[in-house]
């Protein structure tokens, strides 16, 4: 059997690489010469440009900037010098893993650092810019990433305002300086996977502000801000890209590259399976099962994360899936609308869920061992009876 694997990580609990093992692990315990190809993939999140490092040949740059809070941070993006293409993840420089859980705060938060990596890209002569969006702190449309590249958000009073959440109700003018024009030459690309508009029920801040620290009045104040601050952009740059699906990426961060530099969306799953060569292996009928998975698969998991681009790319070559994660947390319709059949859920009720975490690589393995072995049974069974058939000469 050929087996592709390209798991999402499992947060909290494992890198994509680890479950990667894992999953191999389990696989190899059923069969002892499986052919495993594994690709380390990305939505356009966390692991973003991991996931362009094993593909293509850049460079890391160093840079100092700030992290979503405004405290120092060195972190990098990527640079091919030969195509003058740079890629930045968001997560590095604005990132909620970069903040303490007190820290954590969607209206106090700004994507400027993730601006400033962007500013030294092309400084560096970056005329391709690819910004993985994803694990985000942050819920400030894109501001931060504006002002850092020359744009500036002036109140009804004259005052520049901090580019965070909570000023966006706060925005009267919006101003760029000369340096914009210079922008006019840069090719943006906003990688994601996520299909949620800006501002409403399935918008940024009433889906992920939560779980960036917002309070249920945060998130309606930041909701209402986002749909304040989109009317502030339609009087001042005639510009209307509020519901375009993916804007409410990265708390709007998407909105904002599409709204202040021409952003072009890219599914970020596509992308990258794209330069893994995936399509191709489809293609050539080189592969018998995908496996998939990530820490959670839930109502979220439908908007377009790593493992619905996976199971999306698989069901046009009718290519079967398995997809495997932490804890299920999506009901049957919801599945369906995936087109997810089989779907390995390692957590138990009776064990808790701290055990899961804990215990995630080992029962991976098993899970993955298991349905393999129970697969091959049935596949055994099947084909039992059909030579019974044949030789009594049923049919």
């Known amino acids: 059997m050929n087996y592709l694997v390209i798991p999402d990580k499992f947060k ?42 094993c593909k293509i040949m850049v460079q890391k ?32 420089a604005s990132g909620l893993e970069l903040l303490k859980p007190k820290e954590r705060s969607a209206k106090n938060t700004s994507t400027f650092g993730t601006g400033l990596l962007i500013k030294d890209a092309i400084k560096k002569g970056a005329i391709n810019i690819y910004v993985g969006l994803g694990g985000s702190a942050t819920t400030d449309a894109g501001m931060g990433l504006a002002a850092a590249l020359g744009y500036s958000f002036v109140s009804e009073e004259g005052m520049l305002l901090n580019p965070i959440g909570d000023n966006l109700s706060k925005v009267f003018k919006i101003e760029r300086n000369a340096t914009v024009t210079i922008l006019n030459r840069i090719k943006f690309y906003a990688v994601n996977d996520v299909e949620n508009p800006l501002f409403g029920e399935n918008g940024a801040a009433k889906v ?26 339609k009087h001042s740059l005639l510009l209307d890209h509020s519901f ?8 709007g961060t998407a909105y904002g590259l599409k709204t202040f530099f021409n952003a072009e969306f890219v599914n970020g799953t596509s992308f990258l399976l794209e330069l893994a060569g995936v399509p191709k292996m489809f293609k050539n009928k080189k592969i018998d099962y995908v496996i ?11 908007n377009g994360k790593l493992v619905k681009g996976v199971v999306d ?19 049957q319709i919801e599945l369906d609308v995936m ?57």
């Open 313 to 331: 790319l698989a069901t046009k070559y009718n290519v079967p899936v398995v997809a495997i994660c932490g804890k299920l947390d999506a009901n």
């Open 339 to 395: 087109g997810l059949k089989n779907v390995l859920e390692i957590y138990s009720s009776k064990k808790g869920l701290e055990y899961s975490i804990k215990n995630a690589a080992s029962l991976i393995e098993e899970s993955i061992a298991n349905f393999f072995t129970n697969n091959r049974r049935k596949t055994q069974k099947k084909v039992n009876v059909s030579n019974l058939f044949t030789k009594f000469n049923i049919f």
């Open 61 to 92: 740059i160093y840079v100092d900037t700030l992290n979503p809070i405004g405290d120092k941070l060195r972190t990098y993006y990527l640079y091919n010098k030969d195509t003058k293409t740079a890629y930045v993840e968001l997560a590095k």
């Open 12 to 53: 909290g609990s494992l890198t994509a690489n680890e479950v990667i093992q894992s999953i191999t692990n389990g696989l190899h315990r059923v069969d002892k010469s499986p052919s495993v190809k594994s690709i380390l993939a990305s939505d356009g999140g966390d692991g973003f440009l991991d996931a362009v490092a």
């Open 292 to 302: 998939t998975g990530e820490g959670k698969i839930d109502s979220q998991t439908t």
């Open 208 to 233: 992920y502000a939560k779980q960036k620290g917002a309070t249920a009045k945060d998130i309606d104040n930041l909701d209402k801000g986002l749909e304040y601050f989109n009317s502030v952009v």
């Open 244 to 251: 375009v699906p993916g804007a409410g990426a990265a708390g």
